[in-house]
């Protein structure tokens, strides 16, 4: 819902008048920290494969999960390519990190944020259950499946502490672009490049498949490149976000971000 009302208003608008901003393809006028900052932001979209294996083994029949993983994939995709595209070539080089913030105020603006309000909820609950499933099942796998109150107040304490550490990160990071581009740093990367090719090399090993030429490289450049994510993003999402801090103000602070 809410996509599609940034891109009706982007449709909408398309005969404004685009003095100021720039729509080149390249954007050459960021320094390297905001185009580094801004490309861990990007791989952020790939976090969900770090919880495929545990979405897997939730399901009913983990055989379905291939055609739903290719089916949700394809239209993620087509979303995306549309939505950036359309709001890209409306706004330029001046749309703000949240494009949210890009609606006026009005009715439009309210249904759009409580859409993404249902959106961030379901999307919690989904990892959430399936996050706090596996650090049950790894703290506590005696209480697990008992039905008894003793698992419901391991559970109530695991999920409690996943909450509240949730809202500690969303406050000291309130910045969405920089909050993506920490996560993906320092979860996303990792999780998504570089240990499961570290692990698919180590399994094969064991199993003493051989690995072909081409393969080989492959997953060896997956490893690097999530090392570089891991220390280079990291360290300057940091800086991103001590520039923005000193501009809005610091962590749990009072701001007008719009």
Known sequence: VAIGLLM?????????DPSGRHFDMVNT????????????????????????????????????????LFVSTFLIMVFYFLSTCSIYFTYGDAVK?????????????RVASFAVL?????SYLLANQVICRAIHVR??????????WLEKLHWLLITTSALVLSWAIS?????????????????TAPLTFGFPAFFYIVACKKLKREIGPLERVALWCMIVVSAILLLAGTFVNVL?????????GTPFSCNNLT
């Not at 990190?97 to 603006?109: T, V, W, Y």
């Not at 249902?118 to 379901?122: A, D, G, N, P, Y």
């Not at 005696?142 to 008894?148: M, R, T």
């Open 97 to 109: 990190s949240n494009a949210m913030f890009e609606l006026p105020d009005g009715a439009i603006k």
């Open 139 to 148: 703290v506590s796998p005696l209480s697990v499946d008992k039905g008894d």
């Open 8 to 16: 009706f208003q982007c449709y909408s608008t398309t005969d404004s």
């Open 240 to 248: 991103e976000l001590k520039n923005v801090w000193s501009k809005v």
């Open 29 to 68: 006028d960021s320094t390297f920290t905001e185009a580094f900052s801004a490309s861990t932001a990007a791989v952020f979209a790939f976090g969900g494969q770090g919880l495929y294996l545990e979405t897997m083994s939730e399901m009913k029949d983990a055989r379905k999960f291939k055609k739903s």
């Open 118 to 122: 249902i959106h961030v909820l379901v």
């Open 171 to 187: 406050n000291a990071i309130p910045f969405l672009s920089n909050l993506m581009g920490v996560i993906a740093s320092l979860t």
